[in-house]
Protein backbone atom coordinates (compact mmCIF):
# COMPACT_ATOMS: atom_id res chain seq x y z
CA UNK A 1 0.00 0.00 0.00
CA UNK A 2 1.69 3.13 -0.68
CA UNK A 3 0.10 6.95 -0.56
CA UNK A 4 1.45 10.32 -2.23
CA UNK A 5 -0.88 13.41 -2.00
CA UNK A 6 -3.96 11.92 0.04
CA UNK A 7 -3.76 9.22 -3.02
CA UNK A 8 -3.97 5.65 -1.60
CA UNK A 9 -2.98 2.61 -4.51
CA UNK A 10 -4.46 -0.92 -3.46
CA UNK A 11 -5.26 -3.91 -5.99
CA UNK A 12 -8.30 -4.29 -5.09
CA UNK A 13 -10.58 -2.02 -2.63
CA UNK A 14 -13.47 -3.79 -0.88
CA UNK A 15 -16.22 -1.90 0.23
CA UNK A 16 -18.08 -3.35 3.72
CA UNK A 17 -16.16 -5.18 6.27
CA UNK A 18 -19.30 -7.87 6.70
CA UNK A 19 -18.33 -11.73 6.16
CA UNK A 20 -18.32 -11.15 2.55
CA UNK A 21 -16.19 -8.37 2.34
CA UNK A 22 -13.95 -9.68 4.91
CA UNK A 23 -13.83 -13.14 3.31
CA UNK A 24 -12.77 -11.14 -0.42
CA UNK A 25 -9.81 -9.40 1.03
CA UNK A 26 -8.88 -12.39 2.65
CA UNK A 27 -8.73 -14.40 0.39
CA UNK A 28 -6.83 -11.88 -2.13
CA UNK A 29 -4.35 -10.81 0.33
CA UNK A 30 -3.64 -14.29 0.73
CA UNK A 31 -3.03 -14.72 -2.50
CA UNK A 32 -0.74 -11.89 -2.76
CA UNK A 33 -2.54 -8.50 -3.48
CA UNK A 34 -2.96 -4.96 -1.71
CA UNK A 35 -6.37 -5.11 -0.27
CA UNK A 36 -7.87 -2.05 1.19
CA UNK A 37 -11.02 -2.46 2.78
CA UNK A 38 -13.37 0.47 4.18
CA UNK A 39 -16.54 0.75 5.53
CA UNK A 40 -18.80 3.12 7.11
CA UNK A 41 -19.22 2.00 10.12
CA UNK A 42 -17.00 2.62 13.88
CA UNK A 43 -16.53 -0.99 13.73
CA UNK A 44 -17.86 -4.61 13.39
CA UNK A 45 -20.94 -5.47 13.52
CA UNK A 46 -22.62 -5.07 17.06
CA UNK A 47 -25.51 -7.18 16.50
CA UNK A 48 -25.24 -10.82 16.12
CA UNK A 49 -27.41 -11.09 13.00
CA UNK A 50 -26.43 -14.42 11.26
CA UNK A 51 -25.49 -17.19 13.60
CA UNK A 52 -25.56 -20.39 11.10
CA UNK A 53 -21.63 -21.44 9.38
CA UNK A 54 -22.45 -24.30 7.23
CA UNK A 55 -20.05 -27.11 6.15
CA UNK A 56 -18.49 -25.13 3.25
CA UNK A 57 -17.63 -22.19 5.06
CA UNK A 58 -15.93 -24.19 7.93
CA UNK A 59 -14.25 -25.89 5.27
CA UNK A 60 -13.19 -22.60 4.19
CA UNK A 61 -12.07 -21.47 7.26
CA UNK A 62 -10.00 -24.25 8.00
CA UNK A 63 -7.98 -23.41 4.84
CA UNK A 64 -7.58 -19.75 6.40
CA UNK A 65 -6.67 -21.28 9.92
CA UNK A 66 -9.14 -19.75 11.88
CA UNK A 67 -11.71 -22.62 12.20
CA UNK A 68 -10.56 -23.05 16.00
CA UNK A 69 -11.01 -19.46 16.43
CA UNK A 70 -14.46 -19.69 15.32
CA UNK A 71 -15.04 -22.62 16.80
CA UNK A 72 -14.14 -21.13 20.63
CA UNK A 73 -16.99 -18.58 19.88
CA UNK A 74 -19.70 -21.01 18.96
CA UNK A 75 -23.06 -20.82 20.64
CA UNK A 76 -23.45 -24.62 22.43
CA UNK A 77 -26.87 -25.12 20.90
CA UNK A 78 -29.36 -28.68 20.04
CA UNK A 79 -29.37 -28.25 16.42
CA UNK A 80 -33.05 -28.71 16.35
CA UNK A 81 -36.11 -26.84 16.13
CA UNK A 82 -38.89 -26.66 18.19
CA UNK A 83 -42.70 -25.51 18.48
CA UNK A 84 -44.51 -24.84 21.77
CA UNK A 85 -46.67 -22.85 24.13
CA UNK A 86 -43.75 -21.03 25.64
CA UNK A 87 -39.80 -21.45 25.89
CA UNK A 88 -40.22 -23.24 29.38
CA UNK A 89 -43.15 -25.47 28.57
CA UNK A 90 -42.22 -28.88 26.99
CA UNK A 91 -42.47 -28.32 23.17
CA UNK A 92 -45.00 -30.23 21.36
CA UNK A 93 -42.66 -31.05 18.34
CA UNK A 94 -39.23 -30.80 17.60
CA UNK A 95 -36.53 -31.95 14.96
CA UNK A 96 -33.78 -31.26 13.28
CA UNK A 97 -33.31 -27.72 11.72
CA UNK A 98 -33.90 -28.19 8.12
CA UNK A 99 -30.92 -29.58 6.13
CA UNK A 100 -28.84 -30.32 9.36
CA UNK A 101 -27.17 -33.47 8.44
CA UNK A 102 -25.53 -36.01 10.90
CA UNK A 103 -22.22 -36.43 12.05
CA UNK A 104 -21.82 -38.90 10.26
CA UNK A 105 -23.27 -38.12 6.99
CA UNK A 106 -20.87 -35.02 7.31
CA UNK A 107 -17.90 -36.55 8.19
CA UNK A 108 -17.98 -39.16 5.31
CA UNK A 109 -17.99 -36.27 2.89
CA UNK A 110 -16.01 -33.06 5.02
CA UNK A 111 -13.58 -32.49 7.76
CA UNK A 112 -15.27 -30.09 9.47
CA UNK A 113 -18.49 -29.68 11.19
CA UNK A 114 -21.66 -26.61 10.98
CA UNK A 115 -21.90 -24.63 13.73
CA UNK A 116 -23.31 -21.45 15.04
CA UNK A 117 -21.84 -18.47 15.71
CA UNK A 118 -23.38 -14.92 15.84
CA UNK A 119 -22.11 -12.75 12.99
CA UNK A 120 -20.58 -10.20 16.13
CA UNK A 121 -18.21 -13.14 17.02
CA UNK A 122 -17.59 -13.74 13.86
CA UNK A 123 -16.38 -10.78 12.09
CA UNK A 124 -13.68 -9.58 14.60
CA UNK A 125 -11.94 -13.17 13.88
CA UNK A 126 -12.03 -12.41 10.57
CA UNK A 127 -10.58 -8.98 10.88
CA UNK A 128 -7.32 -9.96 12.55
CA UNK A 129 -7.03 -12.80 9.85
CA UNK A 130 -6.98 -10.37 6.87
CA UNK A 131 -4.56 -7.75 8.54
CA UNK A 132 -2.44 -10.63 9.36
CA UNK A 133 -2.62 -11.28 5.99
CA UNK A 134 -1.08 -7.92 5.36
CA UNK A 135 -4.77 -6.60 4.09
CA UNK A 136 -5.87 -3.13 5.41
CA UNK A 137 -9.35 -2.25 7.19
CA UNK A 138 -10.55 1.46 7.74
CA UNK A 139 -13.92 2.06 9.77
CA UNK A 140 -15.85 4.85 9.93
CA UNK A 141 -15.17 5.36 6.02
CA UNK A 142 -17.75 5.37 3.71
CA UNK A 143 -17.41 5.57 0.02
CA UNK A 144 -18.65 9.01 -1.46
CA UNK A 145 -17.59 8.56 -5.16
CA UNK A 146 -16.75 5.73 -7.47
CA UNK A 147 -15.34 6.17 -11.01
CA UNK A 148 -14.42 3.38 -13.45
CA UNK A 149 -11.34 4.68 -15.41
CA UNK A 150 -9.80 2.50 -18.50
CA UNK A 151 -7.39 1.22 -15.99
CA UNK A 152 -9.17 0.05 -12.90
CA UNK A 153 -11.37 2.55 -10.49
CA UNK A 154 -10.73 6.19 -8.13
CA UNK A 155 -12.87 6.10 -5.69
CA UNK A 156 -13.11 8.87 -3.37
CA UNK A 157 -13.58 8.10 0.71
CA UNK A 158 -14.68 10.52 3.43
CA UNK A 159 -12.34 9.71 6.57
CA UNK A 160 -13.18 10.94 10.54
CA UNK A 161 -16.41 10.81 12.09
CA UNK A 162 -19.60 13.28 12.69
CA UNK A 163 -20.28 15.03 16.35
CA UNK A 164 -23.78 14.80 17.39
CA UNK A 165 -23.99 18.21 16.23
CA UNK A 166 -23.33 17.34 12.87
CA UNK A 167 -20.21 19.20 12.38
CA UNK A 168 -18.53 17.69 9.99
CA UNK A 169 -14.34 16.46 11.22
CA UNK A 170 -13.25 14.49 8.43
CA UNK A 171 -11.34 14.74 5.40
CA UNK A 172 -11.50 13.02 2.29
CA UNK A 173 -9.26 10.65 0.65
CA UNK A 174 -8.57 9.23 -2.53
CA UNK A 175 -7.97 5.60 -3.79
CA UNK A 176 -6.63 4.04 -7.02
CA UNK A 177 -7.64 0.45 -7.71
CA UNK A 178 -7.43 -2.16 -9.93
CA UNK A 179 -10.63 -3.85 -8.69
CA UNK A 180 -12.80 -2.48 -6.68
CA UNK A 181 -15.78 -5.07 -4.87
CA UNK A 182 -18.89 -4.02 -3.86
CA UNK A 183 -19.70 -6.05 -0.12
CA UNK A 184 -21.80 -3.08 1.08
CA UNK A 185 -25.17 -4.51 1.92
CA UNK A 186 -28.85 -4.34 -0.11
CA UNK A 187 -28.58 -0.84 -0.32
CA UNK A 188 -25.11 -0.85 -1.96
CA UNK A 189 -23.44 2.09 -3.12
CA UNK A 190 -21.27 0.45 -5.23
CA UNK A 191 -24.10 -1.12 -7.07
CA UNK A 192 -25.59 2.02 -7.35
CA UNK A 193 -22.75 3.87 -8.44
CA UNK A 194 -21.91 1.27 -11.62
CA UNK A 195 -26.00 1.31 -12.26
CA UNK A 196 -26.66 -2.19 -11.84
CA UNK A 197 -30.23 -3.10 -11.03
CA UNK A 198 -31.93 -5.24 -8.63
CA UNK A 199 -34.97 -8.08 -9.46
CA UNK A 200 -37.39 -8.73 -6.52
CA UNK A 201 -37.85 -11.83 -5.83
CA UNK A 202 -40.62 -11.68 -3.34
CA UNK A 203 -41.40 -11.02 0.34
CA UNK A 204 -42.30 -13.30 3.01
CA UNK A 205 -42.96 -11.16 5.80
CA UNK A 206 -42.63 -8.27 8.43
CA UNK A 207 -40.48 -8.22 11.31
CA UNK A 208 -39.76 -6.63 14.83
CA UNK A 209 -36.70 -7.94 16.40
CA UNK A 210 -35.61 -8.06 19.75
CA UNK A 211 -32.35 -9.01 21.52
CA UNK A 212 -32.57 -9.20 24.90
CA UNK A 213 -30.30 -10.42 28.05
CA UNK A 214 -32.75 -12.39 30.56
CA UNK A 215 -31.85 -11.31 34.41
CA UNK A 216 -31.14 -15.35 34.75
CA UNK A 217 -30.64 -18.65 32.38
CA UNK A 218 -34.15 -19.37 30.82
CA UNK A 219 -33.51 -23.04 30.59
CA UNK A 220 -31.36 -25.77 32.55
CA UNK A 221 -29.99 -27.72 29.68
CA UNK A 222 -28.73 -26.80 26.17
CA UNK A 223 -31.36 -24.51 24.39
CA UNK A 224 -32.21 -25.37 21.10
CA UNK A 225 -31.27 -23.14 17.55
CA UNK A 226 -34.85 -21.64 17.31
CA UNK A 227 -37.90 -22.38 19.43
CA UNK A 228 -41.52 -21.24 18.00
CA UNK A 229 -44.06 -19.93 20.59
CA UNK A 230 -47.90 -19.23 20.30
CA UNK A 231 -47.78 -17.03 23.80
CA UNK A 232 -48.32 -14.05 23.86
CA UNK A 233 -48.24 -13.88 20.04
CA UNK A 234 -46.67 -16.91 17.51
CA UNK A 235 -42.98 -15.80 17.48
CA UNK A 236 -39.65 -17.65 17.80
CA UNK A 237 -37.16 -17.11 20.30
CA UNK A 238 -32.87 -17.83 19.65
CA UNK A 239 -30.20 -18.17 21.65
CA UNK A 240 -27.31 -15.31 20.24
CA UNK A 241 -24.54 -15.95 22.83
CA UNK A 242 -22.71 -14.04 26.01
CA UNK A 243 -25.78 -14.50 27.42
CA UNK A 244 -28.33 -12.70 24.76
CA UNK A 245 -31.25 -14.39 22.96
CA UNK A 246 -33.42 -12.82 20.25
CA UNK A 247 -37.35 -12.48 19.99
CA UNK A 248 -38.78 -12.40 16.39
CA UNK A 249 -42.40 -11.51 15.81
CA UNK A 250 -43.39 -11.80 12.24
CA UNK A 251 -46.35 -10.16 9.89
CA UNK A 252 -47.46 -11.52 6.96
CA UNK A 253 -50.45 -9.52 6.28
CA UNK A 254 -47.85 -6.48 4.77
CA UNK A 255 -48.39 -4.29 7.98
CA UNK A 256 -44.84 -3.98 10.19
CA UNK A 257 -45.50 -5.99 13.36
CA UNK A 258 -46.30 -3.53 16.43
CA UNK A 259 -43.88 -2.40 19.02
CA UNK A 260 -44.69 -1.81 22.05
CA UNK A 261 -43.18 0.77 24.36
CA UNK A 262 -42.14 -2.34 27.14
CA UNK A 263 -41.26 -5.82 26.09
CA UNK A 264 -41.17 -7.05 29.36
CA UNK A 265 -44.91 -8.96 29.60
CA UNK A 266 -44.40 -9.94 25.93
CA UNK A 267 -41.11 -11.17 26.77
CA UNK A 268 -42.48 -12.87 29.97
CA UNK A 269 -45.13 -14.41 28.09
CA UNK A 270 -42.74 -15.91 25.67
CA UNK A 271 -40.42 -17.63 27.84
CA UNK A 272 -42.63 -18.87 30.47
CA UNK A 273 -40.81 -16.46 32.97
CA UNK A 274 -42.85 -14.67 34.95
CA UNK A 275 -40.30 -13.14 36.75
CA UNK A 276 -38.39 -12.32 33.74
CA UNK A 277 -36.36 -8.51 33.85
CA UNK A 278 -35.26 -9.00 30.77
CA UNK A 279 -32.22 -6.02 29.59
CA UNK A 280 -33.42 -5.10 26.37
CA UNK A 281 -30.52 -4.63 24.23
CA UNK A 282 -31.73 -3.34 20.86
CA UNK A 283 -35.26 -3.80 18.98
CA UNK A 284 -35.48 -3.68 15.04
CA UNK A 285 -37.59 -3.73 12.18
CA UNK A 286 -37.13 -5.27 8.94
CA UNK A 287 -38.33 -7.30 6.02
CA UNK A 288 -37.54 -10.83 4.88
CA UNK A 289 -37.37 -10.35 0.98
CA UNK A 290 -35.04 -11.74 -1.92
CA UNK A 291 -33.58 -9.95 -4.83
CA UNK A 292 -31.20 -10.35 -6.82
CA UNK A 293 -28.50 -8.13 -8.65
CA UNK A 294 -29.02 -7.92 -12.28
CA UNK A 295 -25.44 -8.67 -12.91
CA UNK A 296 -22.47 -9.24 -10.42
CA UNK A 297 -19.86 -7.66 -12.18
CA UNK A 298 -19.22 -4.23 -14.08
CA UNK A 299 -15.64 -4.23 -15.59
CA UNK A 300 -13.68 -3.66 -12.78
CA UNK A 301 -16.52 -4.17 -10.28
CA UNK A 302 -17.60 -6.89 -8.46
CA UNK A 303 -20.54 -7.74 -6.46
CA UNK A 304 -20.87 -9.94 -3.33
CA UNK A 305 -22.99 -11.05 -0.08
CA UNK A 306 -26.08 -8.86 0.21
CA UNK A 307 -25.07 -6.42 -2.77
CA UNK A 308 -25.51 -9.11 -5.32
CA UNK A 309 -28.01 -11.36 -3.79
CA UNK A 310 -30.46 -10.77 -0.57
CA UNK A 311 -31.71 -13.30 1.03
CA UNK A 312 -34.16 -14.11 3.78
CA UNK A 313 -33.17 -15.12 7.34
CA UNK A 314 -34.29 -18.84 6.57
CA UNK A 315 -32.11 -21.59 6.35
CA UNK A 316 -29.23 -19.30 7.69
CA UNK A 317 -28.17 -18.87 3.66
CA UNK A 318 -26.91 -15.32 3.39
CA UNK A 319 -23.98 -15.61 5.54
CA UNK A 320 -22.75 -18.74 3.95
CA UNK A 321 -23.69 -17.53 0.59
CA UNK A 322 -21.78 -14.35 1.00
CA UNK A 323 -18.41 -15.99 2.83
CA UNK A 324 -18.75 -18.62 -0.33
CA UNK A 325 -18.36 -15.35 -2.99
CA UNK A 326 -15.58 -14.04 -1.47
CA UNK A 327 -13.29 -16.97 -0.91
CA UNK A 328 -13.73 -17.89 -4.79
CA UNK A 329 -13.66 -13.92 -5.83
CA UNK A 330 -10.64 -12.49 -4.10
CA UNK A 331 -7.96 -15.24 -5.50
CA UNK A 332 -9.29 -14.43 -8.96
CA UNK A 333 -8.90 -10.37 -8.66
CA UNK A 334 -4.97 -11.27 -7.15
CA UNK A 335 -4.39 -13.63 -10.03
CA UNK A 336 -5.49 -11.13 -12.11
CA UNK A 337 -3.58 -8.34 -10.51
CA UNK A 338 -0.72 -10.03 -10.56
CA UNK A 339 -0.64 -10.54 -14.41
CA UNK A 340 -1.27 -14.38 -13.42
CA UNK A 341 -4.79 -14.90 -14.58
CA UNK A 342 -6.68 -13.51 -17.89
CA UNK A 343 -10.28 -11.40 -18.61
CA UNK A 344 -12.22 -14.61 -18.65
CA UNK A 345 -11.38 -15.63 -15.15
CA UNK A 346 -13.10 -11.87 -13.77
CA UNK A 347 -15.63 -13.00 -16.15
CA UNK A 348 -16.65 -16.12 -14.69
CA UNK A 349 -17.49 -14.67 -11.07
CA UNK A 350 -20.60 -13.84 -13.02
CA UNK A 351 -21.13 -17.16 -14.35
CA UNK A 352 -20.34 -18.79 -11.56
CA UNK A 353 -21.51 -17.16 -8.23
CA UNK A 354 -24.54 -15.44 -10.56
CA UNK A 355 -26.88 -18.99 -10.56
CA UNK A 356 -26.09 -19.59 -7.11
CA UNK A 357 -26.49 -16.26 -5.43
CA UNK A 358 -30.17 -16.79 -7.34
CA UNK A 359 -30.86 -20.13 -6.26
CA UNK A 360 -30.16 -18.85 -2.30
CA UNK A 361 -32.28 -16.20 -3.23
CA UNK A 362 -34.79 -18.27 -4.24
CA UNK A 363 -34.45 -21.01 -1.63
CA UNK A 364 -34.60 -18.67 1.14
CA UNK A 365 -38.56 -17.89 0.22
CA UNK A 366 -39.28 -21.82 -0.27
CA UNK A 367 -40.33 -21.42 3.28
CA UNK A 368 -43.07 -23.75 3.50
CA UNK A 369 -41.31 -26.33 0.86
CA UNK A 370 -37.00 -25.98 2.01
CA UNK A 371 -34.82 -28.25 0.67
CA UNK A 372 -33.91 -30.66 3.45
CA UNK A 373 -30.55 -31.84 1.39
CA UNK A 374 -28.56 -29.60 3.77
CA UNK A 375 -25.44 -31.41 2.26
CA UNK A 376 -25.84 -31.04 -1.05
CA UNK A 377 -27.05 -26.93 -0.46
CA UNK A 378 -23.86 -26.87 0.89
CA UNK A 379 -21.02 -28.62 -0.89
CA UNK A 380 -22.72 -29.35 -4.63
CA UNK A 381 -23.23 -26.85 -6.55
CA UNK A 382 -21.25 -27.43 -9.90
CA UNK A 383 -20.22 -24.42 -11.68
CA UNK A 384 -20.38 -24.15 -15.06
CA UNK A 385 -18.25 -21.12 -16.99
CA UNK A 386 -15.43 -20.59 -19.95
CA UNK A 387 -12.98 -21.22 -17.15
CA UNK A 388 -14.13 -24.83 -16.13
CA UNK A 389 -13.31 -27.46 -18.91
CA UNK A 390 -16.75 -28.84 -20.18
CA UNK A 391 -18.83 -26.35 -19.40
CA UNK A 392 -21.79 -27.46 -21.83
CA UNK A 393 -24.64 -27.94 -19.59
CA UNK A 394 -26.20 -26.18 -16.91
CA UNK A 395 -25.20 -25.80 -13.03
CA UNK A 396 -27.20 -27.92 -10.83
CA UNK A 397 -27.15 -29.33 -6.86
CA UNK A 398 -25.66 -32.62 -5.71
CA UNK A 399 -22.78 -34.09 -4.09
CA UNK A 400 -20.65 -36.40 -6.59
CA UNK A 401 -17.35 -37.52 -5.49
CA UNK A 402 -15.81 -38.40 -9.02
CA UNK A 403 -14.42 -34.97 -8.62
CA UNK A 404 -15.69 -34.06 -12.66
CA UNK A 405 -14.95 -30.27 -13.66
CA UNK A 406 -17.18 -27.84 -12.14
CA UNK A 407 -17.30 -29.49 -8.65
CA UNK A 408 -15.67 -28.69 -5.17
CA UNK A 409 -13.13 -31.18 -4.90
CA UNK A 410 -14.01 -34.25 -2.85
CA UNK A 411 -12.57 -34.65 0.92
CA UNK A 412 -10.30 -37.25 1.38
CA UNK A 413 -7.92 -37.94 4.57
CA UNK A 414 -4.09 -38.34 2.99
CA UNK A 415 -0.81 -38.19 4.72
CA UNK A 416 1.22 -35.63 3.57
CA UNK A 417 4.86 -34.51 4.70
CA UNK A 418 4.06 -37.13 7.74
CA UNK A 419 0.75 -35.21 8.63
CA UNK A 420 -2.32 -36.43 8.49
CA UNK A 421 -4.91 -33.72 6.37
CA UNK A 422 -7.70 -33.12 4.51
CA UNK A 423 -6.55 -33.11 0.82
CA UNK A 424 -9.09 -29.88 1.21
CA UNK A 425 -6.40 -28.33 3.13
CA UNK A 426 -4.37 -28.43 0.34
CA UNK A 427 -5.62 -26.65 -2.52
CA UNK A 428 -5.06 -22.87 -1.18
CA UNK A 429 -2.59 -20.94 -2.90
CA UNK A 430 -2.25 -22.53 -5.95
CA UNK A 431 -3.64 -25.13 -8.84
CA UNK A 432 -3.08 -28.44 -7.78
CA UNK A 433 -2.69 -31.03 -10.40
CA UNK A 434 -3.50 -34.21 -8.34
CA UNK A 435 -2.67 -37.68 -10.10
CA UNK A 436 -2.85 -41.62 -9.77
CA UNK A 437 0.08 -43.67 -8.48
CA UNK A 438 1.03 -43.79 -12.53
CA UNK A 439 1.40 -39.85 -12.33
CA UNK A 440 5.07 -39.64 -12.69
CA UNK A 441 4.64 -38.79 -16.71
CA UNK A 442 2.18 -35.79 -15.83
CA UNK A 443 4.56 -34.82 -13.13
CA UNK A 444 7.20 -34.27 -15.76
CA UNK A 445 4.54 -32.52 -18.05
CA UNK A 446 3.79 -30.05 -15.18
CA UNK A 447 7.87 -28.71 -15.84
CA UNK A 448 7.14 -27.36 -18.72
CA UNK A 449 4.15 -25.01 -17.05
CA UNK A 450 5.93 -22.00 -15.75
CA UNK A 451 5.51 -18.19 -14.13
CA UNK A 452 2.15 -19.81 -12.49
CA UNK A 453 1.78 -21.51 -9.26
CA UNK A 454 1.20 -24.98 -9.78
CA UNK A 455 1.44 -28.00 -7.40
CA UNK A 456 2.01 -31.52 -8.26
CA UNK A 457 0.52 -34.12 -6.27
CA UNK A 458 0.86 -37.93 -6.91
CA UNK A 459 -0.64 -40.94 -5.37
CA UNK A 460 1.55 -42.83 -3.23
CA UNK A 461 4.46 -40.48 -3.65
CA UNK A 462 3.27 -37.09 -2.45
CA UNK A 463 0.15 -38.16 -0.24
CA UNK A 464 -1.22 -41.46 0.51
CA UNK A 465 -4.81 -42.07 1.42
CA UNK A 466 -6.97 -45.23 0.52
CA UNK A 467 -10.01 -42.52 -0.02
CA UNK A 468 -8.31 -40.43 -2.83
CA UNK A 469 -8.05 -42.30 -5.39
CA UNK A 470 -12.02 -43.77 -5.54
CA UNK A 471 -13.31 -40.22 -4.32
CA UNK A 472 -11.39 -38.94 -7.50
CA UNK A 473 -12.03 -41.48 -9.72
CA UNK A 474 -8.41 -42.09 -10.60
CA UNK A 475 -7.98 -44.64 -12.97
CA UNK A 476 -4.98 -45.10 -15.20
CA UNK A 477 -3.91 -41.89 -16.89
CA UNK A 478 -6.13 -40.07 -14.94
CA UNK A 479 -5.06 -36.32 -14.07
CA UNK A 480 -7.56 -33.93 -11.80
CA UNK A 481 -6.64 -29.88 -11.93
CA UNK A 482 -8.23 -27.80 -8.49
CA UNK A 483 -8.15 -24.52 -8.70
CA UNK A 484 -6.98 -22.38 -5.37
CA UNK A 485 -10.66 -22.06 -4.04
CA UNK A 486 -11.25 -26.13 -4.44
CA UNK A 487 -13.09 -26.11 -7.09
CA UNK A 488 -11.86 -28.77 -9.61
CA UNK A 489 -10.96 -26.80 -13.34
CA UNK A 490 -10.30 -29.89 -15.74
CA UNK A 491 -9.64 -33.55 -15.49
CA UNK A 492 -8.54 -36.21 -18.04
CA UNK A 493 -8.66 -40.01 -18.24
CA UNK A 494 -7.00 -42.42 -19.99
CA UNK A 495 -4.45 -41.93 -22.53
CA UNK A 496 -2.76 -38.64 -23.90
CA UNK A 497 -0.44 -38.08 -26.79
CA UNK A 498 0.87 -34.92 -25.39
CA UNK A 499 0.52 -34.54 -21.26
CA UNK A 500 2.37 -31.18 -21.85
CA UNK A 501 0.40 -29.78 -24.15
CA UNK A 502 -2.62 -30.73 -22.88
CA UNK A 503 -2.03 -29.40 -19.34
CA UNK A 504 -0.79 -26.17 -20.53
CA UNK A 505 -4.08 -25.79 -22.32
CA UNK A 506 -5.49 -26.73 -19.09
CA UNK A 507 -4.00 -24.34 -17.22
CA UNK A 508 -4.44 -21.75 -19.25
CA UNK A 509 -8.03 -22.00 -19.53
CA UNK A 510 -8.41 -22.02 -16.04
CA UNK A 511 -6.43 -19.17 -15.50
CA UNK A 512 -8.98 -17.01 -18.32
CA UNK A 513 -5.62 -17.18 -21.05
CA UNK A 514 -6.97 -19.21 -23.72
CA UNK A 515 -5.13 -16.89 -26.52
CA UNK A 516 -2.24 -17.41 -24.60
CA UNK A 517 -1.56 -20.63 -23.89
CA UNK A 518 1.52 -20.64 -25.35
CA UNK A 519 3.16 -18.46 -23.33
CA UNK A 520 2.70 -20.65 -20.25
CA UNK A 521 4.91 -23.33 -21.99
CA UNK A 522 9.02 -22.85 -20.94
Not at 11 to 22: E, F, I, R, Y
Not at 83 to 111: F, H, K, M, N, Q
Not at 197 to 208: C, E, I
Not at 439 to 449: F, I
Request: aromatic letters at 4%.
Amino acid sequence: MSTASALTVADVLVVGAGPGGLATALSAARHGARVLVVDRRPGTSGLPRATGVNVRTMEILRTWGVARDVRARRLHVVPEAASGTTLAEPPRSSGRVGGYPSLREILDVSPALPLACPQDLLEPVLVDAVRAAGGEIRFSTPLVDLRVRPDGVCAHLHLGHRLHSGHDLGTGARVHARYVVGADGTRSTVRTALGIGTRHLGTWAHAVQVLFRPDAPLLSGLPRVLTFVDEPHPAALAPMGVGRWTYVRLAFDGAPAAIPDDWTPTLRAATGRSDLTPEVLDVQRFTLAAEVATSFRAGPAFLVGDAAHRTTPVGGIGLNTAVHDGHELGWKLAWAARGLAGEELLASHDAERGPVGLEAAARSLDVEDRPTDGLASSLGHTHRSAVIAGSATAPDLRIDLAARPGERAPHAWVRHDGRQRSILDLFDGSLTLLTGADGEPWARAATVVTGVPLRVLVEGRDVHGRGLGPRYGLRAGSAVLVRPDGRVAWRHDGACADRAAALTAAVATALGHRTVAAALAG
